[in-house]
C-alpha cells in the first residue's frame, strides 16, 4: 500500500511492511539501550580502552541488527537506511567482525 507513505517520514524499502509487533514503549527502550552502548564505548574510547570500545561498539551494531528486525523504521528515524533485511544483515557482519577482532588481537601489554 503505497498511500501510507509519507516523504520524508517513512523508510521508502520499509512501505509495505506491517507495523511492529513490539510496543512502541519497548522500542524506545531498545533505542536507549543503544545509545547507552554506543555512550560506554565511546568512554571507553577516550579512557583508551581500545579493546573494550571495539568489542562494546561491535555488540552495539549486532544489539541494532536486533532493533531493526523487531521495531518500525519510523522508530528508528535516521538509523533505517535501507530494508530491514539488508540494514539488519550489514550491521550484524559490521558488529560481529569487530567483536571477533577486539576478543582475538592479542593485548599489547601482556
Request: proline fraction near 5%.
Amino acid at each position: 500500500m503505497r498511500s501510507s507513505y509519507v516523504p520524508g517520514i517513512d523508510n521508502p524499502h520499509d512501505v509495505d511492511l506491517s507495523p511492529s509487533v513490539v510496543p512502541r514503549f519497548i522500542q524506545r527502550v531498545f533505542l536507549a539501550l543503544l545509545v547507552v552502548a554506543f555512550l560506554v564505548a565511546v568512554g571507553f574510547a577516550l579512557t583508551e580502552h581500545w579493546r573494550r570500545a571495539t568489542f562494546l561498539l561491535g555488540g552495539a551494531l549486532v544489539w541494532l541488527s536486533v532493533i531493526r528486525v523487531t521495531c518500525d523504521s519510523r522508530e528508528l528515524g535516521v538509523l533505517a537506511v535501507r530494508s530491514r533485511r539488508f540494514d539488519a544483515l550489514f550491521t550484524l557482519l559490521i558488529g560481529g567482525v569487530m567483536a571477533f577482532l577486539a576478543v582475538s588481537v592479542d593485548p599489547l601489554g601482556s
